[in-house]
């Protein structure tokens, strides 16, 4: 089959579509999205939403496909983060997604009262406000929760795993000039966050020896999105397999840095 990487009907079941990577079938499925008119119905295998990933994982700098990769969360080397575009932002909502625009899940603010939204869209104090974010797996389940503190100086993020249990903080460091953040476990830092100019666009993720072991890169989100909404997209690019808890600090970061620096800015 001499055809290029893309979404297809799957065979074993026509409610779904199946990634061909170009030379085999994989695992991945996602369920099948048809767009109806009086004319015709037509099969949506990639089109913009595949090409607009493919974009964003270019302009972070990533070189071609990164190989490997299991499907979750967890063991992909390339995690896209996008914003869900709204004209009236009252809560914080994203998809995640990876290098080849495979849904691997999603990111939904909770805990979040009426007053609270309301604050969100008429004002410009988000800093005032508790953010909870659950981060949840393409089958929906929680696999992270971040907790930022309302805070009106420094922004710490409590991330824990999705049952509750405590993995650590994510620290700010400095308030001006480049940010920083530390990763700190059980009262040691194991790792941090680094931005690499005082946009903050572009983050090195480092472990305990200064080592950088991902990056971060905010990317262009396109004129009409900049123009009518404060969505963000993100690229978390892994350089090697690390462990947790850093494993899971990093994922965090990649909505962290979205909720900790963009949505306080105005």
Not at 225 to 231: D, Q
Not at 234 to 257: C, E, K, N, W
Request: proline fraction near 5%; charge should be neutral; aromatic fraction near 8%.
């Amino acid at each position: 089959m001499n055809t290029a990487p893309g979404w297809y009907p799957d065979n074993a079941d026509p409610r779904f579509v199946r990634w061909w990577d170009g030379v085999q079938w994989t695992p991945h499925v996602q369920p099948r999205q048809e767009r109806s008119d009086s004319h015709h119905t037509e099969l949506q295998v990639g089109g913009t939403g595949q090409d607009r990933v493919a974009q964003q994982v270019q302009r972070a700098g990533v070189q071609g496909v990164v190989s490997g990769g299991g499907g979750t969360l967890f063991d992909e080397p390339v995690l896209v983060v996008n914003q869900k575009a709204k004209l009236i932002e009252m809560s914080n909502s994203y998809v995640i997604y990876d290098q080849h625009a495979r849904h691997l899940g999603t990111v939904e603010q909770v805990g979040q009262s009426g007053a609270a939204k309301a604050l969100r869209a008429f004002t410009k104090m988000d800093s005032m406000l508790d953010v909870r974010l659950e981060i949840r797996d393409v089958h929906g389940m929680p696999r992270l929760r971040v907790t930022r503190p309302a805070t009106m100086w420094k922004s710490k993020v409590v991330v824990e795993r999705g049952d509750g249990l405590p993995i650590g903080e994510i620290v700010q460091e400095n308030v001006f000039g480049k940010v920083r953040f530390a990763y700190v476990c059980n009262g040691t830092q194991i790792g941090g966050l680094y931005a690499e100019n005082w946009r903050a666009w572009n983050f090195s993720l480092q472990d305990h020896t200064g080592t950088e072991v991902a990056r971060i890169t905010k990317t262009w989100q396109g004129f009409s999105k900049a123009m009518f909404s404060t969505a963000d997209n993100y690229v978390v690019q892994f350089h090697r397999p690390v462990p947790d808890p850093l494993l899971s600090m990093i994922v965090a970061s990649g909505v962290t840095v979205d909720t900790v620096l963009s949505q306080n800015q105005g």
